[in-house]
Each structure stands twice: as structure tokens, then as C-alpha cells.
């Protein structure tokens, strides 16, 4: 009763549309949930991410949850995830992509699970990295392993998201390292993001993992842009 109550008062809304949610939906309402526009199967090695990243940096295997659309429900999805502090949001989303992952035999695949780091500014401003949650649930799932303390990002460049490529490339480029001595080479390494655009922030991320020693990259990310 007392769980009813607070409920009433403090209604959980859908991270789509802001309806309020019905007892037994999670987070997102059942008619937002068949509206998503998932990515289609991308084990076939088409993964869009592959195209984007085509003769910037080699990528394994890549992964996304899916598509997105300026105004559309995933623009939606990711705004609540980062603005509005729903990181029940973020761990759910990779619970998603970890279970479909560990079917295809990931886990086999997966060493480390390291998330595109955001600035310290950002991260006091925010109060959490909006990937984090979906980076630990993908590992747990996979049974590897997540560090969020190897990839540092050494600029706080201001939101990216409609930048053309060329533009976005030179804002992050040289912005990102791993720290200290880490020897990850014969690491298989699964780097994860919220949203894949011109895919600059990939490859630098990617360039500097590389440069760090890792052979085997694959990418993991929530969306990507259609």
C-alpha cells in the first residue's frame, strides 16, 4: 500500500514518452517498446559502425541496440538517459544487448568492457556516465570483466551530436589516452557508447587503445544513426 502511495505521488514515466508506466512495465511503456526501432542483425559483419569507421581504424565486431532519428523515440530514450538521471535506464539497455551478445558467443570475445569516458567537468555536472550501467551489465553478462579507469579523456568538448564529421573529427582527435603503463595487449577489448554519429569519438577512442597495445577491438553501442 505504502509503495502504491509513492507511486501515486511520484509516478515512474516511460524514458520514451513521459507516460506514466503501468504496474508491471519497466521503464519504458509497452507501446513505446514495440515502436523502437531496433538494429537489424548485424552478425553478418554489415554493422553500419564498420561503414562510418571504413579506413579510419579496424574493428572487429560491432554492436548496437538501435537506430536513431533526430525527433524519434531513441532521441527520446537517450535524452532521459543523460539529462534527466535514469540510470536504472543505462544498466537495463545492456541487460537488453548483453542477453543477445552472450547468444552469439561474445563472451568468447570479450576480455575487458571499457565505456567512452566522459570529462570530469561533464562527470560532476551529470553525476554519472550515462554508459556506465549499460558497460557493467554487458560484462557481467559476457563474465568479463569492467574497467572505467584505463580510457581518459583530456578535453571537455561541448556536445558533438550534429557536428559534421570533419568538424567532430578535429574536436576529439588526441583528446583521449589510456592511462599510465597498462599492458593490454592479447586483450580482447569491448569498448562501449551511448550513440554513434560521425563516429569520431569511436576512433579516437579506438586510436588510442591501439596505440596502448590492443589487438582485437570490438564496439558496443546503444544507437546509431540511420
Not at 70 to 97: A, R
Request: with cysteine.
Amino acid at each position: 500500500m505504502l509503495q502504491d502511495f509513492k507511486n501515486f505521488l511520484f509516478p515512474k514515466l516511460c524514458a520514451c514518452c513521459d507516460a506514466v508506466l503501468l504496474k508491471d512495465e519497466l521503464l519504458i511503456c509497452t507501446f513505446c517498446r514495440n515502436e523502437l526501432p531496433l538494429y537489424p542483425n548485424f552478425f553478418d559483419g554489415d554493422h553500419d559502425l564498420h561503414k562510418i569507421l571504413y579506413g579510419r581504424v579496424l574493428v572487429d565486431q560491432a554492436a548496437s541496440l538501435f537506430y536513431f532519428e533526430k525527433k524519434g523515440i531513441i532521441q527520446n530514450l537517450i535524452h532521459d538517459l543523460k539529462y534527466k538521471g535514469n540510470e536504472d535506464l543505462s544498466f537495463h539497455l545492456g541487460e537488453w544487448l548483453g542477453d543477445i551478445l552472450e547468444e552469439e558467443g561474445w563472451q568468447d570475445k570479450t576480455d575487458i568492457v571499457i565505456p567512452v569516458p566522459l570529462h570530469k567537468q561533464r562527470m560532476r555536472e551529470r553525476g554519472y556516465n550515462q554508459v556506465e550501467g549499460f558497460g557493467k551489465a554487458i560484462a557481467e553478462k559476457l563474465s568479463a570483466s569492467y574497467n572505467d579507469t584505463l580510457l581518459k579523456r583530456i578535453s571537455n568538448s561541448k556536445t558533438q551530436v550534429f557536428k559534421n564529421r570533419l568538424a567532430r573529427t578535429e574536436v576529439v582527435q588526441n583528446h583521449f589516452y589510456v592511462e599510465g603503463q597498462s599492458d593490454l595487449r592479447d586483450k580482447q577489448i569491448l569498448l562501449v557508447d551511448d550513440l554513434v554519429t560521425t563516429g569520431a569519438t569511436l576512433e579516437a577512442c579506438s586510436l588510442a587503445l591501439k596505440d596502448a597495445g590492443v589487438d582485437r577491438l570490438n564496439i558496443a553501442t546503444i544507437a546509431i544513426t540511420k
